[in-house]
Nanobody, 127 residues
Framework: QEQLAESGGGSVPTGGSLKLSCKAS????????MAWIRQAPGKQREAVAG??????TKYADSVNGRFTISRDNAKNMYLQLDRLQPEDTALYYC??????????????????????WGQGTQVTVCS
């Protein structure tokens, strides 16, 4: 069964760092574009970073230069969050899809396209 499981969330002060992890199982990962998508209270879901099977990455303007996405060969994906700000507070989801084309599709519409989702891990940045 295809599953995604996030971990690594927590509470940090402004300017702090966290590293989120996502473990994929089943057939997810090797043939899928992977992404991190967040949702803050009262707001719509926002894709912040993605990586395709060729290692190409894409970031939202709001996090570019502060967040780094990576993946390994053991079906794990990561998101390094640096210089965190209070506006980064959100539930962070790991997502995967075999059809989303990283380069061609605007990152702002990714939340409507991804097929597989984890349960999310909470990131809280205290001011």
């Amino acid at each position: 069964q295809e599953q995604l499981a996030e971990s690594g969330g927590g509470s940090v002060p402004t300017g702090g760092s966290l590293k989120l992890s996502c473990k994929a199982s089943g057939y997810i990962y090797f043939n899928n574009t992977m992404a991190w998508i967040r949702q803050a209270p009262g707001k719509q879901r926002e894709a912040v970073a993605g990586m395709n099977t060729n290692g190409k990455t894409k970031y939202a303007d709001s996090v570019n230069g502060r967040f780094t996405i990576s993946r390994d060969n053991a079906k794990n994906m990561y998101l390094q969050l640096d210089r965190l700000q209070p506006e980064d507070t959100a539930l962070y989801y790991c997502a995967a899809d075999p059809k989303v084309r990283l380069v061609e599709i605007d990152i702002r519409v990714w939340p409507t396209l991804f097929q597989y989702w984890g349960q999310g891990t909470q990131v809280t940045v205290c001011s």
